[in-house]
């Protein structure tokens, strides 16, 4: 089944909204973490999320950045793969954990956030958390406004 759109996507509709949203894009990609963690920690919140637009629009953009087809076919599995660095399975259950606050009492455990501290620094952190909290943004405009993938992001 093929979903229409409910309405245009809200960030297109607001102008504003977009700059914004470019602002963001540009402070986590600054904040020194490789663009290779940054694609994988949006795809899996994206597909947490079920997000087909940012799932689709994800993989594409991964793939085109030179990730393999195994690392892209493994992402929702990534624990049980031998695809990932230490590092970046720290940022992706970092994002797991920022993806699913509800599922636990305590939503990043201290686990998680010592895991990902080690691999990375204080702006590394921040580039990550507020990258996923980004693309936790755009599943939660794309899933509610059933906008499908692909997607032409402009």
């Not at 606050?101 to 080690?118: F, H, I, N, Q, Y």
Request: proline share 6%.
């Amino acid at each position: 089944m093929i979903i229409e759109p409910r309405m245009q996507n809200p960030a297109t509709v607001l102008p504003d909204a977009t700059k914004a949203i470019n602002l963001l894009y540009k402070a986590a990609h600054s904040a020194g973490v490789p663009g290779s963690t940054l694609e994988l920690v949006h795809l899996r919140a994206s597909q947490i999320n079920g997000c087909s637009a940012c799932v689709d629009s994800g993989a594409r953009a991964a793939r085109k950045a030179g990730e393999s087809d195994e690392r892209l076919f493994a992402i929702a599995a990534w624990r049980e793969t031998p695809y990932f660095t230490k590092a970046e399975r720290a940022a992706l259950a970092l994002a797991e954990s920022v993806t699913r606050l509800a599922d636990r009492p305590d939503a990043v455990p201290d686990a998680v956030w010592d895991e990902a501290a080690r691999h990375f620094d204080e702006k590394a952190l921040a580039g990550i958390v507020l990258w996923v909290a980004t693309a936790n943004f755009f599943n939660r405009l794309n899933a509610t406004t059933h906008q499908p993938a692909p997607q032409n992001w402009g």
